[in-house]
């Protein structure tokens, strides 16, 4: 099937209601970033979302859509609750993969001449590469502590501070985890990842804040030209990867034997009616894993911190580490938006999208009530990152939503052919920018060149007025796996 | 050695990876999904001494059945730290899958994993009769 496009303005498109659609698609992008989303079959996977029962509005996509798997990466759906669905595949096997920031009180270039030291020093520190295990090994009593308390958790045991809770989503702790509803597999490839990075386009990077937009919002969040920052990417680890797949699997068979009462136009979509006991299942496992990677974050957080301090030879307050977000992009929600002019709880689907609250939401913590949430936007390693606020336009349009990256542009496969012959460490290094790598082709997988430029992603989010641009960080040192 | 005898080919999918494999029986293709999902993740499998692993997995056709197999090979790995060296496929059914799996326990410095799977999605799975053997395509969600 064809998929329909009428352009709307300069960062809308309408994918138009057609067949079994419930729905339109609307698709955030620009002329130049839609020509290469119109290379890969994303766009009828936003049609695909569409089919689904319950959802209201639009099935959407944010600038950065690219190809993934039933949903598009860069996907948002919602759905009534009477009504509607929650999907496995509409939140994505990295349950909770998201990212945070930290602000110093360093400039970047008092640290710049020990950034190879610096790198080579959380290297070591943080578990990084496929199917990494940390020091950490959970009791099954703790794990569902962890995925009951999420950050706090690991708060408690000395990670971090209080504070750093009322700057993460949720608190880090999503509300109605129950770890008996989980797998002993699930449990079993949990007990060694807490404290892991991983791998693939999972990092740690040292950055410096190059431009600010917004000086007063900039402000607030702690953010001056010329800082260090330091930024997290990461996730839920095999913990969440397990359970996506364990109730894809009950959900799909489920499909398969007629038990649900419609049609799926792709497998991976499987998903169960939110009023099913399944359902209620699996969002209480899904939230288990969302808490279990903020808990990661938090540790991960700690960790850096501590070698920043070690390698630098300086006291906490002269670092002066601040957590200024932690927030998600792979994730579903029930939250109150706006259905037919009429106040309605839905279920937000997040697949690769980050929430992106406006300034006055009453979920935002007091000391962002003012500004909007702020959204975070790595880049890919060799460009900038992105420091955005939620605006009022994200309510209106995208259910509170936002970008959540570059979005790729190359496959793998296609990325390790295109970089053969090239030492992408050393056209880093060229550019300023100290990598270390785990996996033997993480670098040519994940170089600048495979991803779109990021950029123009966040000028599509900010004309769109889902989020504005408050400051760009600049990579200085990057570890990934 | 084992995945030597391995036959696939790379699919381009942006976000994942994706592959093709071909087999002249169905035991073969179900043998060959399982040894390449191990050649895609680990670079070096030497050969070392045995221990057998018996699987039964079941699905609701062959492209389930494919999926759930090679959850399981995965489950395997990341959950009992055990590498599939060999495979025999003792039975196969459009339902049903009895294999003997030869494996050794993983050791990071032998095995060295390069490609983290998170699972085979069910997206455009495929699983049919060829001219002359069998087919299938699967993507795996990296």
Redesign the interface.
């Known amino acids: 099937m064809d998929v329909s496009l009428e352009k709307i303005d300069d960062c809308r498109w309408l994918i138009p209601q057609t067949g079994v659609m419930r729905v339109p698609g609307m698709v955030f992008a620009n002329d130049e970033l839609m020509r290469s989303i119109r290379q890969d079959q994303s766009l009828q996977q936003v049609a695909n979302v569409a089919t689904l029962p319950g959802i209201v509005g639009y099935s959407l996509a944010m600038p950065d859509i690219h190809w993934g798997y039933g949903f598009p990466i860069g996907g948002v759906a919602a759905f009534e609750l009477d009504e509607g669905i929650v999907s496995p595949g509409g939140v994505g096997y990295d349950i909770n993969c998201g990212c945070r920031l930290m602000t110093t009180r360093l400039r970047a270039d008092e640290i710049q001449p020990q950034m190879k030291e610096l790198v080579a020093a959380l290297f070591r520190r943080i578990p990084t590469g496929v199917g990494s295990r940390g020091p950490l090994r959970l009791s099954r009593s703790d794990q569902d502590r962890v995925a009951v308390m999420g950050a706090e958790w690991a708060v408690k045991r000395g990670f971090g501070t209080p504070r750093d809770l009322e700057r993460t989503e949720d608190h880090g702790a999503m509300e109605g985890a129950d770890p008996s509803v989980l797998s002993e597999r699930a449990i079993q490839r949990g007990r060694d990842q807490l404290g892991t990075l991983g791998s693939g386009n999972h990092f740690i990077e040292i950055q410096a804040v190059d431009a600010v937009y917004d000086p007063e919002k900039a402000r607030q969040f702690h953010l001056f030209e010329g800082q260090a920052t330091f930024f997290i990417h990461t996730g839920s680890r095999g913990f969440g990867h397990q359970i996506c797949d364990d109730f894809l699997k009950e959900m799909g068979r489920r499909a398969f034997k007629g038990e649900i009462p419609f049609e799926l136009p792709d497998r991976q979509l499987a998903c169960a009616l939110l009023s099913s006991d399944l359902a209620r299942r699996y969002l209480a496992a899904m939230a288990c894993a969302a808490n279990y990677a903020w808990a990661n974050r938090q540790i991960l957080m700690h960790w850096t911190m501590e070698t920043f301090l070690k390698t630098l030879s300086i006291r906490p307050e002269e670092l002066g580490m601040n957590l200024l977000y932690d927030v998600c992009h792979n994730i579903a929600k029930k939250e109150m938006h706006q259905v037919s002019g009429e106040g309605t709880m839905v279920c937000v689907h997040r697949k690769g999208a980050t929430r992106a609250l406006p300034p006055g939401h009453p979920l935002l913590p007091e000391i962002y009530r003012a500004t909007g949430q702020p959204v975070l936007i790595p880049g890919d390693m060799g460009t900038h990152s992105y420091v955005l606020a939620g605006a009022a336009g994200s309510m209106e349009r995208s259910f509170g939503s936002s970008c959540h990256g570059a979005g790729r542009i190359l496959s793998r496969t296609q990325a390790v052919k295109q970089a053969k012959g090239r030492a992408i460490n050393r056209e880093l290094e060229d550019k300023g920018i100290i990598v270390h790598s785990r996996g033997k082709h993480t670098l040519k997988e994940e170089m600048p060149e495979a991803y779109k430029d990021v950029s123009l992603v966040v000028d599509v989010v900010e004309a769109a007025k889902l989020a504005v641009k408050v400051a760009r960080l600049r990579p200085l040192g990057v570890i990934k796996g | 050695m084992p995945g030597k005898q391995t036959c696939f080919t ?1 699919l ?6 994706g592959i093709r494999l071909t087999g002249p029986t169905l035991e073969d293709l179900f043998r060959n999904a399982g040894l390449s999902l191990m050649e895609i ?1 680990l ?1 070096k499998r030497p050969a070392a001494k045995t221990s057998p692993h018996h699987l039964s997995v079941s699905g ?2 062959l ?2 059945l494919m ?2 197999w090679l ?1 399981e090979i995965l ?1 395997l ?4 730290n055990k590498v599939a060296m060999d495979i025999e496929i003792n039975a196969i059914s459009e339902t049903q899958l009895d294999a003997t799996l030869h494996t050794v326990p ?1 050791d ?1 410095r032998i095995h ?5 799977i ?2 085979a ?5 495929e699983v049919a009769p060829t001219g002359n053997g069998w087919q299938a395509t699967v ?1 795996f ?2």
Do not use: C, N, S
């Open positions: 790379f381009d999918h942006t976000a994942d990876l993740m670079d609701d056709d492209p389930d999926v759930r959850g489950y790995l990341e959950g009992e993983f990071p060295q994993m390069v490609t983290e998170k699972a999605t069910y997206h455009q799975i993507i969600d990296l």
